[in-house]
Every structure is written in structure tokens, then in C-alpha cells.
């Protein structure tokens, strides 16, 4: 199919031209004018034929041409309904896309993906980067990879190891349900309007099952809050968030083998587990 390339200066604001359109900050839209870009995306989610891909967002549809071209089945969930009109006549041709107007924190996933495993892909908007990938991650959808482009800080984040000032409670989520690793950088100059930060592509390949075993998931992620809730605090203060004493601070952090006098920035995956699973018996 000899469409023109969506991801182009020239491309891009022929289309906004015509659509009257202009990026809603609101919604946090930057339009992506780099065909060189979208081809790493799409390499690095690693589609076939056999793949289904839901796509986050697809805006004018400049990555949806993309993941469409490697021939997989593309669903794109679009918010904006402005956009509808715009990716109907973006994307025409494309017998292999389907475009759902709807919230992705709201549609039902696995009605609209019709598959029983599928990738992810995402050029998400910064203001909701992580409310999204939570709603992904925390449904245990039968995802096997998620591509996506955040603020690099917020990449840099999600990859974190332990002891850095990146680390924190995204990254141990993250890495609970995920491999997450960095695949390359973009620079401003690849959007328009031009963002005043760097962006960057991360692919989070799903676990099997977490790293760590815990008694209960939930009191693990309240664990992790807790322990960074008070960021610069030693573990004997910031856990007391847990809504207990001081004393029951010093046992639980006993019985777990942790040194209360850690910063929760300090803390591996294993280490918030032994807390976890220890926590119930400290508390009693």
C-alpha cells in the first residue's frame, strides 16, 4: 500500500491543517513527525501477522500506520473524539485496524482486543503515563509486552534499581509485574509541538509470575507506599504510615531482618516481601 508517511513535518501538518486541529495540552498531545522513531517502536514490540497489538492513543494515527504495516492486528483506543473523523481518513485501507472510541481506563480490554494474548503499544501522554500502566498491569491481562513512549524521567523511573534517587514506588511495581529496560531515546525534535523534555521508549515484557512470593499483594503495594511515603526518613519512621506504633515498627523490621535504620530507596523486591510477610505477625 503506497500511503504517505504520517510521521513527517509535512504530513503531519497537512492533516492538522485540514482537520483544523491543534495539540490539546490538556490532553498532553504531541504528534510525532519521525518515521525513524515509529520503526523502532514497531521493531521493538516485535510483531507478526499472528500478533494482536492494542494501541493507547493513536492520535492522527502516525504509530497506528506503523503497527499496521508489520501486518498485525491492530486495536487503537482513541479518547479524543475529535480524532475519530481524522484516523478514519488517516488509516483508510487498513483492513487490519480497528479504531474503539473510548477511555482506556474504562472499555472492557479483552472484549475489544479479542484475543486471548496481545501486545501493548503507546505514545502515552505524560500527564497520565502511570494511571494507565497500573490499569494494565494491576488487571492481569494476558499482555505479553508493553511498548511505550513516557517522559524519559518517568522511563528512567519504571527501570530503576535499588539505591539510585530514580528508584522508588514505581519502580518496584513495575518490576513486580514486569522486565522493564529502556530501548533508545527521543529527543524533543521529534514531535510537534516540541515537548521541553526528552521521551523515551520502554519495553516492559510481562512476568509469568512475580519475582517475589507475598502473602497478599495488596499489603505489599500498601508496604511499598508506606516505606516511601516519607522518602528521606529511615524505615523506623516512614513505616509508622502503616498506621502502627513505634514499637510494632522495631519488631515487625526484626522479624523481616531488615535494619530499620535503611532508607526505603536502599530496599530490593525481596526485601518488601520479607516486610509483607512478616507484617501480620508484628502487628498481632
Not at 490532553?27 to 499472528?50: C, H, K, M, T, Y
Not at 509541538?193 to 512476568?207: F, L
Amino acid at each position: 500500500m503506497d500511503k504517505p508517511i504520517i510521521a513527517s513535518p509535512q504530513v503531519t501538518q497537512h492533516i492538522l491543517n485540514r482537520f483544523k486541529l491543534r495539540a490539546d495540552k490538556k490532553l498532553g498531545q504531541n504528534f510525532l513527525i519521525d518515521e525513524n522513531v515509529v520503526r523502532q517502536i514497531v521493531e521493538a514490540a516485535e510483531l507478526s501477522e499472528a500478533d494482536t497489538v492494542l494501541e493507547v492513543g493513536p492520535g492522527i494515527g502516525t504509530l497506528t500506520q506503523g503497527l499496521a504495516e508489520s501486518k498485525a492486528k491492530v486495536v487503537a483506543v482513541e479518547l479524543d473524539t475529535r480524532l475519530l473523523p481524522v484516523l478514519a481518513t488517516t488509516l483508510e485501507g487498513y483492513d487490519n485496524v480497528r479504531v474503539v472510541h473510548g477511555d482506556i481506563l474504562k472499555v472492557n480490554i479483552m472484549e475489544e482486543v479479542g484475543a486471548p494474548e496481545f501486545k501493548v503499544c503507546a505514545n502515552l501522554p505524560y500527564y497520565i503515563t502511570t494511571p494507565i500502566i497500573f490499569a494494565l498491569l494491576e488487571k492481569r491481562l494476558p499482555m505479553e509486552r508493553l511498548v511505550a513512549m513516557v517522559q524519559k524521567e518517568v522511563a528512567e523511573r519504571m527501570a530503576a534499581q535499588p539505591g539510585g534517587k530514580d528508584y522508588g514506588a514505581l519502580s518496584v511495581a513495575i518490576q513486580y509485574y514486569t522486565e522493564p529496560e529502556i530501548a533508545f531515546i527521543v529527543p524533543p525534535t521529534s514531535f510537534i509541538p516540541a515537548p521541553a523534555v526528552d521521551s523515551a521508549v520502554i519495553v516492559c515484557k510481562r512476568r509469568s509470575k512475580p519475582p517475589v512470593e507475598v502473602c497478599d499483594e495488596a499489603l505489599f503495594f500498601r508496604v511499598v507506599k508506606a516505606a516511601f511515603s516519607l522518602r528521606r526518613k529511615m524505615l523506623s519512621n516512614s513505616l509508622k504510615n502503616m498506621g502502627i506504633k513505634s514499637e510494632q515498627v522495631a519488631k515487625w523490621l526484626e522479624l523481616a531482618g531488615v535494619d530499620g535504620k535503611r532508607r526505603a530507596e536502599t530496599l530490593s523486591l525481596e526485601d518488601f516481601a520479607k516486610l509483607t510477610n512478616s507484617f501480620n505477625e508484628a502487628v498481632k
